[in-house]
RNA sequence: GGGCGCUUAGCUCAGCUGGUUCAGAGCGUCUGCCUUACAAGCAGAGGGUCAGCGGUUCGAAUCCGUUAGCGCCCACCA
């Protein structure tokens, strides 16, 4: 049957998946073995596969798959995350576009339709890593928010407050004013944006003398209005909420200010000069005013100074109605001139960044306004709406994370978990010891509902489930009467990564059945795969909760992999349009091209330019693997002496797959994946494929294909079985395709189970490797002879070897090769070479070959002589190291050794050259 | 503002504890080939002042210092 030349993946890939689900190749269920187990990172489960699943989930796989033929027992658990805020957003623009408002909504209505859209759209991702060809056990397919974990999440939540390490209160908050939620201070990034810094004119309250001496350093402003301070601030619309101005009491410039009181601009209301520290002297002009409803260090200094907060905004950030009552307070109680003040009635309900621009304007307009400046500054936005937060006091609640940290930062320190790459203990480490308390709470309605129940005469009870919070009710109240309805859960959500810190653990059930047996096989699991920009949010704290709770390491290594940009460096991204679709790609070049295409260029921690081409070169790949097993498995076989060139052929490259393996071993060992597969590569292609099968392939007599030899025919297959063992982890298909062809298979067998050691029966010949590895560079020489003299392939050439007294005899073996490789006719020892023939060096020996009318004498001379010297100036850097007394002194004895050698080497390839020369 | 990392061929990167002809690999480029496995291929070739400067050393791409450029993380200068 007519094998096509070319491999079609479509053809085999959704075959041997389906042939890997119906044997359970992926599942796994404790046993003797030894475990490797591996944690997917919960895609969102509404989320659809991007070049980063693409490549995170390849290296997983490539572990799992290395693992598993290892003799491991590996088990990859997938599973999804609810992503709480991310999917809540989606699901209110959808109802959004149905005409719905989630305010018109009950939470039970809300979180139907958010289940609703979850059954839709969840699990596509899943779907896709099949096409990957991702070994999952799919029958452990877990969400976070399905039974078991949410149960999980729950019991944690109850235990860490009973620990007393879960509170809640009061406190300044990232709110988003998008999604309308608080957040935790890893969720705000912060974006340079060019702005204006606004000086603005608080006049004094008081006709009071100004005393200032000439010359004190004092700096005084003063118009036709009166004395002022001016106070330099990037938000201008948060003068509403001003309740004192703070100057340094060290500030030469601001000395006059102490004691007196000045009025805020627009607003009238009259605040104190308080002095403090904490103010930047150099910055500005070295007053601050003192906002603490809306700046985290203003509040800070409210809290010390107990100062009132004004808190100026609604939820939505429009400003609220409360500026106007404060004002209209305020001026009632003191009498301030209309000179400085405007109502803030028509502010009320602006959108917070229209307010500045009005606001400003109106200051100017009315002489408040010294100057305003351009200004660059870093605004803190969410990561998910990409809004700027607004700082807002909230009642959260919160974890502590001082005893975390404290259980957290060392086992990284000491490597007990290892990173890949290291250098991002450093970061972790800095992270753990400045850690703020985590603000775990979310106004959300789509995650773990908060277990905490308000009692009709206040305070709350924290419980497992509403049987539990009944009685703790009852006990805290002291009126046994009371009934469930009479408590008021909390209507808050908790962080999504509240309950992906506990992955590795709630997915064997060690949170509700600690101590199972599944959670004793499979924790630690072995490696975790994941992208640094995750370290604060779940790798951190799945150590945390894996400490707490298992009092073991989730993980015994962290593999951070890179951002995936386009070949121009650019961030892959759906506003850019210029992430190609994975499916796209595997569609065009196979799951195997495409994921060899992720791997050529993706070192650990390193970002990796992706480029399509890289893809065309792993399918291209493919193809020659394809090839090569066409013709093997083409061959005839014949009994019958198996030739001198082939055992010769056999030999070396039984050696250089040992090599080869154990230079996989090591990449594997310090999670080099990109280096393995380059080896694999260049040990197929270049190694197998362009100098093994030439050397043992049949040749043509009188138009017909010789048969193969059964010895070189079976080594054959062994090699090609071993080198398919060897590439499976990273193409796993068009390996199991060729593994099943290459021997007749029983049903149910899978390359995927087959072990990967190397047979003792493949020696390992120093000598041999290195005497073929020779041959191959006369076959070298001689075809670039043939190369530069336009000598065709078919035509044959004489080679000789140049008799010398030290001329290692040729293996067994390696004339017949070397006749076959370089197309000889025949291969003589001779004293002196040919009148006319282009001669080059292997090691110290000398081989030319003749070429009669073909020669060009000069090109010839020009060519010796330019080695000639080459090798002069080499001899001379060495005669100087050899010369200095200092080196023959101090250096190894074996580097010395080595020099001498060299010299020596040298020395006779110059006597060569030059006899060369003569003979021209 | 603090911390970390990077700079090696046209591109993407290896290069470990300083020492082998150590200056490498893959891709791309150039030249010649449809040679009965593969043109998604075969054979051959060219290409680098290891960012600059200084130091340590018998010896530096490798260690130290410094300058420049780039990147990342953290931070409450309004």
């Known amino acids: ?143 976070t928010m399905d039974g078991p974990r949410s149960e999980s999440v729950i019991k944690v939540f109850v235990d860490l407050y009973r620990k007393g390490l879960i509170y809640r209160g009061v406190r300044m908050v990232n709110w988003d004013p998008k999604a309308l939620t608080a957040l935790s201070d890893e969720e705000v990034i ?48 948060t003068i509403m909420g001003d309740v004192a101005m703070c100057i340094n009491p060290k500030d030469p410039k601001n000395q006059w200010l102490k004691g007196r009181k000045v009025i805020v601009p627009v607003v009238g209301r009259v605040i104190p000069v308080i002095e403090d520290e904490y103010v930047d002297i150099e910055f500005g002009t070295g007053c601050l005013k003192v906002t603490p409803a809306h700046d985290v260090n203003d509040y800070m200094l409210g809290e010390k100074y107990n100062l009132e907060a ?51 304007e109106d200051m100017v307009a009315a002489g408040l306004m010294e100057k305003i400046e351009d200004y660059d500054n870093k605004i803190g936005c969410s990561e998910r709406t990409g809004v700027p937060i607004e700082p807002k006091l909230s009642m959260q609640w919160f974890l502590k994370m001082q005893h975390m940290a404290d259980i957290a930062l060392d086992p990284v320190m000491n490597d007990d978990i290892q990173f890949y790459p290291a250098k991002y203990k450093n970061t972790y480490r800095h992270w753990l010891e400045n850690i703020k308390d985590w603000c775990i709470s979310r106004q959300l309605w789509w995650g773990h509902r908060i277990p905490a129940w308000y009692l009709p005469t206040g305070g709350f009870v924290v419980a497992e489930n509403e049987e539990e919070a009944l009685t703790l009710a009852r006990e805290k109240s002291g009126n046994a009467d009371l009934q469930l309805a009479d408590l008021r859960q909390d209507e808050d959500a908790l962080d999504t990564w509240f309950s992906s810190w506990l992955w590795p653990i709630s997915l064997f059930d060690g949170i509700r059945n600690p101590g199972n047996e599944e959670i004793s096989y499979y924790y630690p699991t072995a490696d975790l795969v994941t992208g640094p920009d995750i370290i604060f949010f779940w790798v951190a704290r799945m150590i945390m909760a894996g400490y707490e709770y298992e009092k073991k390491m989730p993980f015994r290594h962290v593999y951070f992999t890179g951002i995936v940009r386009d070949k121009l460096g650019r961030k892959m991204s759906k506003s850019l349009g210029n992430s190609p679709d994975p499916l796209d ?5 196979g799951a195997d091209g495409v994921r060899m295409g992720m791997m050529l260029s993706a070192p650990a921690g390193n970002d990796i330019l992706f480029d399509e081409s890289l893809c065309e070169q792993g399918r291209n790949f493919n193809n020659k693997i394809w090839n090569a097993f066409r013709l093997v498995k083409g061959w005839q076989v014949a009994d019958g002496e198996q030739p001198e060139a082939a055992k010769l052929a056999a030999g070396w490259f039984a050696a250089k797959l040992r090599l080869a393996a154990e230079e996989l071993a090591d990449d594997f060992s ?89 047979e003792a029966s493949t020696g390992y010949d120093h000598l041999l490797c290195a005497a073929v590895d020779e041959l191959k560079e006369i076959v070298t020489n001689v ?58 060096l292997v090691g110290t020996a000398e081989y030319a070959v003749p070429l009669g009318n073909l020669i060009d004498l000069d090109a010839e001379r020009k060519k010796l002589e330019a080695e000639l010297q080459r090798i002069e100036g080499f001899l001379v850097s060495v005669q100087k190291k050899l010369a200095n007394e200092r080196f023959v002194q101090n250096a190894p004895a074996a580097v010395v050794e080595m020099e001498r050698k ?15 020369l003569a003979a021209l």
């Not at 209209?328 to 803030?344: C, M, P």
């Open 783 to 840: 075809r670039a002879v043939r190369s530069q003299k336009n000598i065709a392939p078919k035509e044959k050439l004489t080679l000789e070897v140049v008799d010398a007294a030290d001329l290692r005899p040729l293996p067994e073996g390696g004339v017949e090769a070397l006749k076959k490789m370089a197309n000889l006719e025949v291969v003589n020892v001779v004293s002196e070479k040919s009148k006319g023939s282009a001669s080059f």
């Open 310 to 360: 004004i808190d100026i905004f609604n939820d939505d950030a429009t400003l609220s109605d409360r500026i106007a009552t404060a004002q209209q307070k305020s001026l009632a109680e003191t009498k301030v001139s209309n000179d400085y003040v405007i109502g803030l009635e028509k502010y009320v309900g602006m959108e917070r960044f229209a307010c500045r621009k009005q606001i400003a």
């Open 670 to 758: 310090k999670y080099r994946l990109s280096e393995a597969l380059m080896t694999v590569y260049k040990l197929f292609w270049d190694e197998f494929s362009s100098w093994y099968l030439e050397m043992i392939k049949p040749a043509y007599v009188d138009g017909k294909q010789q048969p193969i030899d059964r010895a070189t025919y079976d080594i054959t297959l062994q090699f090609f079985e071993i080198l398919l063992k060897m590439m499976h982890p990273f193409m796993p298909f068009i390996t199991e395709e060729l593994w099943q062809a290459l021997y007749e298979r029983q049903p149910g067998e899978s390359i995927m189970r087959a072990e990967l050691h190397m």
């Open 585 to 589: 790609l595997i569609e065009r070049f």
């Open 1 to 143: 049957m007519e094998i096509s030349s070319k491999y079609s993946p479509s053809d085999v890939e959704g075959k041997w998946y389906q042939y890997w689900l119906d044997n359970k190749l992926f599942s796994s269920k404790p046993d003797g073995r030894e475990p490797y187990t591996v944690v997917i990172p919960p895609p969102n489960v509404t989320g659809v596969l991007h070049m980063g699943h693409v490549l995170n989930e390849t290296i997983q796989d490539i572990l799992v798959r290395h693992a598993r033929m290892e003799g491991k027992n590996a088990c990859w658990v997938p599973g999804t995350d609810h992503a709480s805020i991310a999917t809540e957003a989606k699901v209110v623009n959808r109802l959004a576009e149905q005409g719905i408002k989630k305010a018109d909504l009950t939470r039970e209505e809300f979180l139907k339709h958010a289940w609703a859209w979850t059954e839709e759209h969840g699990g596509i991702i899943l779907k896709q890593l099949r096409k990957l060809g991702c070994s999952c056990d799919w029958d452990r397919t877990a969400f």
């Open 190 to 237: 912060y974006k340079e944006e060019h702005t204006k810094l606004y000086y603005m004119k608080y006049y004094l309250a008081d006709s009071a003398p100004v005393s200032v001496a000439e010359d004190d350093g004092n700096v005084v402003h003063h118009d036709d209005r009166g004395y002022y301070a001016v106070v330099a601030t990037t938000r201008p619309e």
């Open 902 to 916: 060299k010299q020596a080497d040298a020395e006779q390839k110059i006597a060569a050259l030059r006899e060369s």
